[in-house]
């Protein structure tokens, strides 16, 4: 059982950015959340999806400019980035659960995470 985030990188506010969560194992079956943490931080939610895509929920900072998204065939979830701010930067996890949950205490696995930075 593994995820693999990727997709992070150097942008500048106002961007777009997608990052990516490959999944292996039955883990993908699963409920699906992207959290981010940020230096100094603790670790939040920003979006999750259930096992079928039919259903998502965001964090009210990210709703309206962040759109997850998964394709069951190729094991991968998304998370698309629109009008990225400086505050957007972090660390960025794909994490999965086998409930429905933005506690990231509730999420069993975890991929090793990839780093956004928006520069001004």
């Known amino acids: 059982v593994q995820l693999q985030a990727s997709g992070g990188g150097l942008v500048q506010a106002g961007v777009s950015l997608r990052l990516s969560c490959a999944a292996s194992g039955r883990t993908f079956t699963s409920y699906i959340g992207w959290f981010r943490q940020a230096p100094g931080k603790e670790r939040e939610f920003v979006a999750r999806i259930t096992g079928s895509g039919g259903n998502t929920a965001y964090a009210d900072s990210v709703k309206g400019r962040f759109t997850i998204s998964r394709d069951n065939a190729k094991n991968t979830v998304y998370l698309q980035m629109n009008s990225l701010k400086l505050e957007d930067t972090a660390v960025y996890y794909c994490?999965?659960?086998?409930?429905?949950?933005?506690?990231?205490?509730?999420?069993?696995?975890w991929g090793q995470g990839t780093l956004v930075t928006v520069s001004s």
């Open positions: 994490a999965g659960s086998s409930t429905w949950s933005s506690q990231p205490t509730r999420y069993q696995y």
